[in-house]
């Protein structure tokens, strides 16, 4: 029984890794997105030059969206973040010295690039621009206390106003989820009305969606799933990094290990080690990494029968 069970997982094993898909690029990869089959990531292809990509994982097409070179400056530049969807992409760009300027720009279609804001903010303070996590069909950002979700189209789905500055923000089958300077964390409707908020320590949360599960949250302990009253806790390795949730499954980084955690029964499984400070998202149609100048992806059905 035992040597079959061992088959069995190295078969699973074999066939996810065979489903893989993984890439050189041309720089070290420092941001990536994944909705549908939209992957969007920022390499530096060379130093001090940055560029934001678009690759879609059914077709295999990959296309440069924009360029960004930046002249050498006491505190750094480069690209801060980048999410896309439906062909559309959202990134962030920062330079300066003690006082830092942050560009949010956007890019569909034959469209050019075209900046949608220009903030100003110290280099010791929070930026003054959250890029929220993508998920399919819609972009969502946050300017202060300001929370914007924008359609594939470029349109704005939505806008509205919440009671404290946003510090993490994310779209999910459910809704949105922020979570503010005060350490409140407010969940809002697919239309863009304010469901529940709430009250937690500040810097508590870490990061938080609103999925079919109920509210999740990442704290430096682990996953907190609220839905109705009740409370369920999950613990976590320390220092442990949330990154995506999908049909009952966490995908988190614990140092250089790649994990995926399943929310019913609590089966944790090492999926990928990497290079430390990886990146990675989880998304309905599978889970993007990148490490170094590697990228890859890693269709759902191999992520299910992974995790």
């Not at 995908?251 to 990886?278: I, S, V």
Request: aromatic content about 6%; proline content about 4%.
């Amino acid at each position: 029984m035992l040597c079959v069970t061992f088959v069995l997982a190295l078969s699973a094993a074999v066939a996810g890794a065979a489903t893989a898909r993984e890439r050189q690029i041309a720089g070290p990869v420092s941001a990536v997105s994944l909705a549908g089959t939209d992957v969007g990531y920022t390499d530096e292809y060379r130093r001090g030059c940055h560029e934001i990509r678009l690759w879609d994982v059914s077709t295999r097409a990959d296309r440069r969206l924009a360029s960004h070179c930046f002249v050498s400056t006491s505190t750094g530049s480069g690209v801060a973040g980048v999410i896309a969807s439906a062909g559309r992409a959202l990134w962030l760009t920062y330079t300066g010295g003690n006082i830092r300027e942050w560009s949010l720009w956007i890019r569909g279609g034959r469209a050019k690039p075209r900046r949608l804001a220009l903030l100003t903010a110290d280099v010791e303070g929070p930026p003054p621009v959250v890029l929220g996590r993508v998920w399919d069909g819609s972009l969502p950002y946050a300017t202060g206390r300001s929370i914007v979700v924008l359609a594939p189209n470029g349109s704005r789905r939505f806008s509205l106003s919440a009671p404290e500055r946003v510090v993490s923000l994310s779209a999910h089958s459910r809704g949105y989820a922020a979570v503010l300077a005060d350490g409140r964390v407010v969940t809002i409707s697919p239309a863009g009305t304010l469901i529940a908020e709430r009250a937690f320590a500040p810097g508590t949360v870490e990061d938080a969606v609103l999925a079919a599960p109920g509210l999740v949250v990442k704290t430096a302990a682990g996953l907190e799933i609220h839905r109705d009253r009740e409370v369920r806790t999950i613990p976590l390795r320390r220092g442990a990094r949330f990154l995506g949730l999908s049909d009952g499954i966490v995908a988190y980084e614990a140092g250089r290990d790649l994990r995926l955690l399943r929310l019913t029964g609590g089966r944790d499984t090492l999926f990928r080690t990497l290079a430390p400070r990886f990146q990675a998202q989880l998304g309905r149609g599978g889970l993007v990494y990148a490490s170094g100048r590697t990228l890859g992806f890693t269709g759902w059905a191999s992520v299910s029968r992974a995790g």
